[in-house]
């Protein structure tokens, strides 16, 4: 595929038979833009274009969207730790873009978020990104631009892809791997409040914020405020393609696939389950757990990754999808069929189980002892913003017009942190720090140690603690991974002193 023009590949990409194939390679003749990044004469690793185009969900379902190399998910991005790797960005929109590589420790000025001063990628203009990099692991790469009440931006969008950097050993034994990215489509606004959300263990609440919560939310709704706007969906996929739709994943009895899930939501959260098999998780955001454990099926927060393995030896024709029946219904799902058999899927509701980080870690509390805690408070002002959400940390909220303020938190470099976050909402918050890995070590009360992550998940009205080293110098930013609640303030940056 290298060499193509862009007029060419554009057509090409728009075909159907290409849709889901990697567009990869060096590309020469377009004009380039910017700063310092210009090296027209030679070839990069990679090349993603952005552009809008029509996708097919389903044979019904074709919708046009924002995507990279006119295909959903953006092509795999295979790297080797440690060594160096070009990427031209062109984009072929007409607003500006910014590409993030999440969960990489890479430098602020291409880790893709204009917060932390990463120049945009001009409309109409293209950008050679170069970068070392690591950690190894499952990561991927999206879109960090506002959308505000604009659903055909930033992660509403199709502008994600997953990465995956080859580490120097595997953690453990299969036979193949797949790449499932979990995403809805054709995004609406409603009014009536979000869905609960009864999955997470612990459920002990934080009676402080609660009172907090809900006396904010009753003086709101005292002054006839509507509950703030939230964002549901008419089209669920996996890797783009609507349960039914896309093919099947072939398997042999007795295989071992390994899954690398991402949930690519602007801000839904999601479940995996497949009939009469168990997920051995091996992996949590790309990172190798400190032992695999073996769950009955998945709970993915927008953002998060989960590397599992599945050992197929209940044959049949299943359906791995959503556990819930009404997102299942409307596309959430796989087909995973056994070699031999034929048929109609079957899906059966598994028991309801509960997700409990700390299971996935060591019973222990964390050892070494935080060089400094900081407190963050998360609180919603109710439809406080032409209806939407306003969201504050620590009673600020992220200004809306002004991408670039000054730094709420000062790091020093070598030092080990432990943010201390308590939810003073009923929503559920997939929380994101860039540019560093951090460890679980209190979950809703529960010590913990050994899981490290990038995208948290904090319950309604509880309190987490996670630690991090600052290790990585620059600007960092940090926020609710939901589109929704982002784009409304809920983000803060960090910096280092000196
Ligand atoms: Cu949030």
Known sequence: MNGLDHSRRKLLSTAPALVGGALLGGRAGFAWRGDGYQEPDTKADYALTIATQPIELAPNRIVSVTTYNGQFPGPLLRFREGVRVTVDVRNDTDVPEQLHWHGQSIPSDVDGAAEERTPFIPPHG??????????????????????????????YSGLVGPVYIEPNHNPGRYDREVFLTLKEFQPTFSQGGDMDMDFLSPSATVKELKDAGESAMKASLAKKMPKGYEVGYDAFT???????????????????VLFHVLNGSAGEIRSLALPGHTFLVTAMD???????????GLWIGTAERISAIV??????????????????????????????HAGKPQWITPPPFHWNYAHFGRTEAQSQTPGQVIDMTFAKDNAALAGFNRWTINGMSYPLDQMMTAPSFHLIQGKRYRLRMRNASDDIH?????????????????????????????????????????DNPGLTLFHCHQQLHMDYGFMSLFDYEG
């Open 286 to 296: 790309g990172n190798p757990l400190p032992k695999p454990v073996r769950v009955p």
């Open 430 to 470: 997939p929380i994101h720090l860039h540019r560093h890995t951090f460890e679980l070590t209190r979950v809703a009360g529960q010590p913990t140690s050994g899981v490290l992550k990038d995208v948290v998940m904090v319950g309604g009205y509880q309190e987490t603690e996670i630690d991090f080293t600052a």
């Open 238 to 256: 996996i890797n783009g393609r609507m349960l039914g739709h896309g093919d099947p994943i072939r398997v042999k009895q007795g295989e071992r």
């Open 311 to 340: 050992e197929m030896n209940h044959p049949g024709v299943w359906v791995m999808g959503d556990m819930s029946n009404d997102d299942r219904h409307h596309g959430m799902g796989i087909v995973i069929e056994y070699a031999g």
């Open 126 to 155: 293209s950008k050679r990104i170069s970068f070392v990099p690591g950690p190894s692991g499952f990561r991927f790469y999206h879109t960090h631009v506002r959308a505000g009440a604009d659903l055909s931006r930033g992660q």
